[in-house]
């Protein structure tokens, strides 16, 4: 855990989700002193977003296998940036490396084993690492990719948190993601399908998550640790404070 809080150190956090909503950031300010947070296909919001602004996503987040495949030449990339960053994962990611880099790949995770965060998921059977991170016991339910970031985040100490992009679910025009056309078909469905019952029983769910949380200090709980804001009035998921865009954007500091 101290590798994430070197990384964002005192700085609120700025969560990027892939919903279509966060296109409303393309023309506002954004903030230079906040930690930029994203997970799975983040590149779209990356180069749309951070990058002409001179910004970047300093922590990420993926865990499904499939994904990190998919992406696995942006994440190799995101790792060995010169810009100081955190790599989440599961612990099965660390040998999934060694399969996508085949005899490079032992060698890669020895160099960069200080920016990569194993978090004990559901489904990962094997002994893991000393310094993964359990952040919950089991829980009752499929936990949304952006419910397990921001739970990591608050147990890391964040005070502040902002989430954008987060609408679980379809927008009104049907977009289901922003920059979808990188998408594809099959996996474009698969949100339809999956995400709005992920994110009812996040909303429904949070609550027994903070129960089943384990703090370092022995408390438990996520919300006594700081605040997070959902940057989205019309988001379905309701387990945080809802407020504007720009609303969330204060709630940074900017």
């Known amino acids: 855990m101290d590798r994430l809080r070197r990384v964002i150190g005192n700085r609120s956090v700025a969560v990027f989700c892939q919903g279509p909503s966060i296109s409303f950031l393309e023309d506002k300010h954004l903030p230079s002193y906040v930690c930029y947070a994203s997970m799975n296909r983040w590149m779209a919001a990356e180069k749309r977003i951070l990058w002409p602004r001179g910004l970047q ?10 994904r990190i495949s998919e992406e696995w030449e942006n994440i190799k990339e995101f790792i060995e940036q010169p810009l100081d960053c955190v790599y989440l994962t599961r612990p099965t990611a660390l040998r999934h490396f060694v399969t996508l880099l085949k005899d490079e790949g032992n060698e890669f995770i020895k160099l960069n084993r200080h920016r990569i965060l194993p978090l004990i998921c559901e489904g990962d059977r094997f002994t893991p690492p000393e310094d993964a991170v359990q952040l919950y016991d089991p829980a009752p339910f499929e936990v949304l990719t ?12 964040v005070q502040r948190i902002s989430v954008f992009g987060a609408d679980g679910g379809e927008a009104r025009d049907g977009q289901m993601y922003y920059g979808e056309e990188g998408y594809g078909d099959k996996n474009i469905a698969d949100g339809r399908r999956t995400i709005p019952r992920d994110t009812v029983n996040l909303s429904a769910g949070w609550k027994s998550l903070e129960h089943l949380s384990k703090g370092e200090d022995g408390e438990k709980g996520f919300e006594a640790r700081g605040k997070v804001v959902n940057a989205n009035p019309e988001s379905k998921l309701t387990c945080w404070e809802i407020v504007s865009i720009e609303e969330g954007l204060e709630w940074l500091g900017a």
Do not use: D, E, I, R
Request: glycine share 10%.
């Open 57 to 66: 996503s300093q922590v990420l987040f993926s865990a499904a296998l499939p």
């Open 146 to 157: 952006v419910g397990t970031l921001v739970a990591v985040l608050l147990k890391s100490g």
